[in-house]
């Protein structure tokens, strides 16, 4: 099946747990083994069709496959997975929805039967099906032949943001598909038994598991109004109203820290890394220049990303996509501890200059396969040596932790997938 040299390395590579191997590639110290990770936030995930498939590919035990991220159409990946890929990393959702009853039968996009999270509100019509808010409000929608859900609904398009004065931002943050389908972990409230149960499970996770613990926090400051408001109007907004922009970059802030406060003092005892999320670049560089960033963003994310560190023992993790080689100074000045998915196949982000120019003060979480072009179009033997490659570039003095770019997608075969993996520890 192609990973018995996988299996053989990790025999012997028992020096260090996984937590220690994780937090020294953090600290920029060349851990035992390169530190990997498959599953451990949103964007370093497989696809639940393509995961169904790679279960029977390994010979494993058939099991039903649990989406945990409904958009998307991620799978939880079960532990005999983890375990054999060598996987250092496991996300803080996963301490939650550990009973039968918290999930619910539905039909995976290829006719997969699977398991959904119970509080998941669908409704199918014809032969699409659409998510609903718990008014039954549709924010997005799987048409037939599609294999994610695609935002419907942008709850604050139509008043604008030139006339907006934000009185109802954060009732309105929870009327956009991102925000209200929420992940196991993000379906509790911030109340006071919400809080008491997030801490209580992830405390329970970190008994259990000496895997380096991802808390997936969010508090996107650049993507969040783009969902509001639609993107294009948005970034429509940054040349026509910054007074306007900046007004709500400071009302999102308040929002986000008065979260942060609150989610961090229930679970910060018991996760190593805090996500954050915000997508600034594209194929062909940042999506902003990096006078609009540092006007706009960078105030609030250094003030977020300093407030974590403050509240809990942890490092800050952002995922970032596209080309964002001209913003990573300012994000590293920002207080930026390491940056997924290091999207290589965009301009600027040639790994060699990413590593010579960044390496001693940023962690690369990611990098480690292309999944535009190489992981699903490419032969086993090419993926390999691929992964070889990328491999030798970024974890020479730590500051490395595998991933390939984003998530694995439903038309990546099984076989490739094993390629991938059982390529990372060879030399």
Known sequence: MGFSYLASTLN??????????????????????????????RSSGISAIAYHRLRKHLGLPEKVVRVYDMVQQLAIIDEDVLDLFG??????????????????????????PCEIPFYTNLERRGEDWFILDESGIEMGVLKMGSLYF????????????????????????????????????????????????????????REKSDRAIVGLFGGNMFEIPQMLYRMDHYLLATGMYPDKVLELSEKLYQIHLKNLELWLSAVGP?????????????????????????????????????????????????????????????????GLDMVNPVQISCRGMDPKRLKADFGDRITFWGGGC???????????????????????????????????????LANVSPENVVAMMDSIHKG
């Open 87 to 112: 996987v250092d990393v496991i996300e803080m959702g996963r301490g939650f929805l550990l009973d039968d009853k918290d999930w619910k039968p539905w039909i995976l996009p290829d006719g997969t």
């Open 370 to 408: 292309d999944t535009q072009r190489i992981l699903p179009l490419s032969s086993p033997s090419e993926i390999s040596e691929h992964v070889q490659e990328l491999t030798s570039i970024f974890s020479p003095g730590g500051g490395f932790v595998f991933q390939q770019v984003h998530n694995i």
């Open 150 to 205: 695609e935002q419907t609904l942008f709850p604050l398009m139509e008043r604008g943001i030139e006339n907006d004065h934000f009185e109802d931002l954060e009732e309105m943050l929870g009327k956009q598909i991102w925000s209200a389908v929420a992940h196991p972990g993000a379906h509790l409230e911030m109340d006071e038994h919400g809080l008491k149960e997030m801490g209580l499970r992830a405390k329970a996770l």
């Open 12 to 41: 012997h590579s028992k020096d260090m747990t996984s937590r220690e191997r994780v937090l020294a590639a953090l600290n920029h110290v060349e851990p035992d083994r390169i530190p990997v990770d498959l599953g451990g936030h």
């Open 270 to 334: 018991y996760i190593d890394v805090v996500l954050f999320g915000d997508d600034l670049g594209g194929q062909q560089g940042p999506l902003i220049s990096p006078d609009a960033y540092r006007e706009f963003y960078k105030p609030y994310h250094k003030k977020l990303w300093g407030r974590a560190k403050e509240l809990a023992d942890v490092k800050v993790q952002l995922h970032c996509c596209g080309g964002i080689y001209e913003l990573l100074d300012d994000l590293i000045e920002a």
